[in-house]
C-alpha cells in the first residue's frame, strides 16, 4: 500500500499510470521525489540560518543551513531496493489473485 500512495498522492499518477509503471521507472521517480524533498529541506533550513544569522547580531555564532537539518539515519541503498522488491512482489501477487 506504501507504494500505491506514494504513487498516487506523492507522484500524482493516475491508477492506470500506476498499474503499467515498472520497476525501474518507480525507482527512478523515487529517487527524483526524495532528491527533491531533500532540495527542499535544505532550501529552508537556508532561510532559517540566514534569519538567524541577520537577527542574532555579531556576538553570535554564524548558523549555517546544516545546523537546522538535523542528523537522520539513511537506509542503504540495499535495504531500499529489498523493500521496493518486495513491495512490487507482494502486488503482483495480488494482481494475479
Known sequence: MDIWTTC?????LSQF???RLTLKQFNALVRRL??????KRYN??????????QAAG???ELMKPEDFLG?????SQEDLDIKM?????TIKKLNNA
Do not use: R
Open 8 to 12: 498516487i498522492f506523492d507522484l500524482g
Open 17 to 19: 499510470q500506476f498499474e
Open 34 to 39: 526524495n532528491k527533491h524533498t531533500e532540495d
Open 44 to 53: 529552508h533550513a537556508s532561510l532559517l540560518a540566514a534569519i538567524h544569522n
Open 58 to 60: 555579531k556576538k553570535s
Open 71 to 75: 542528523k537522520e539515519s539513511k537506509p
Open 85 to 89: 522488491y518486495n513491495a512490487f512482489a
